[in-house]
């Protein structure tokens, strides 16, 4: 089956510094890549999509400036927190997309769990 | 706008059978998908369904009305593993997936 694996699996950072979480799809190409993030008991909120190459879409709410995407091949896609705050903290998962059979199903990742202190 | 709705929780005895019901307002539709998600972990893929009826994968089952907007995943004798929240998600015309809250489903012995 598809695997798509996320580093870091966990990370803690001081309140005002970056972090940068990568997303890769390691047996397919993904032609979309999503990031969603989860607060806890409560459901996906997708957070942005992004196409290789492209620049990611972002769904409202959801700073653009604060939370940089990249996607830069059909195997790697990065979410940089900037300046993260407490309220950051949050279990991040990205998922890829791939046709398979005729239809597109999304692969997720194990998640990275953000804690900003 | 879209929708997706699904109760909130439901609770089961280990061995019954249960069923999850999950009804959608999508802009489009391109199959309407299942997921098994565990307290800390990202949800794993338990069906997909397409075409109208019923889909069976073991114990695991689910089932699509399209003129409806409906469908269930049906679990069968239940494991106390199954405990865990259950999503639904339907795929719009522009092949987003559009998620419900999920449904925490609570086993006991």
Redesign the interface.
């Known amino acids: 089956g598809a695997v798509v694996s996320q580093h870091p699996s966990w990370v803690i950072c001081k309140s005002g510094t970056s972090v940068k979480i990568e997303c890769r799809s390691l047996d397919f190409q993904a032609t979309?890549m999503?990031w969603y993030r989860q607060f806890p008991k409560?459901?996906?909120m997708?957070m942005a999509?992004s196409n290789e190459g492209s620049k990611a879409t972002y769904e409202q709410g959801v700073e653009k400036d604060k939370f940089l995407i990249n996607h830069a091949s059909l195997t790697l896609s990065t979410l940089t927190v900037t300046s993260a705050h407490p309220e950051d903290s949050s279990?991040y998962?990205c998922s890829a997309?791939s046709e398979r059979e005729g239809?597109?199903?999304?692969?997720?990742?194990?998640?990275t769990?953000l804690t900003v202190t | 706008g879209q929708n997706i709705d699904q109760p909130t929780e439901m609770t089961a005895t280990e061995g019954a059978i249960v069923q999850i019901n999950c009804t959608y307002q999508t802009s489009g539709f391109n199959g309407l998908f299942w997921y098994q998600q565990h307290a800390g972990e990202a949800p794993t893929f338990l069906s997909y369904n397409v075409l109208d009826g019923l889909e069976e994968k073991g114990r695991f089952s689910s089932f699509l009305s399209r003129s409806k907007g409906y469908s269930y995943l049906l679990l069968k004798e239940l494991q106390m593993k199954d405990s865990a929240s259950y999503l639904c998600a339907a795929m719009d015309s522009n092949y987003q997936l559009i998620w419900g809250a999920g449904t925490k489903l609570i086993i006991k012995p």
């Open positions: 979309t999503f409560q459901s996906l997708l999509t279990f998962i997309s239809y597109y199903e999304q692969y997720f990742g194990p998640g769990r």
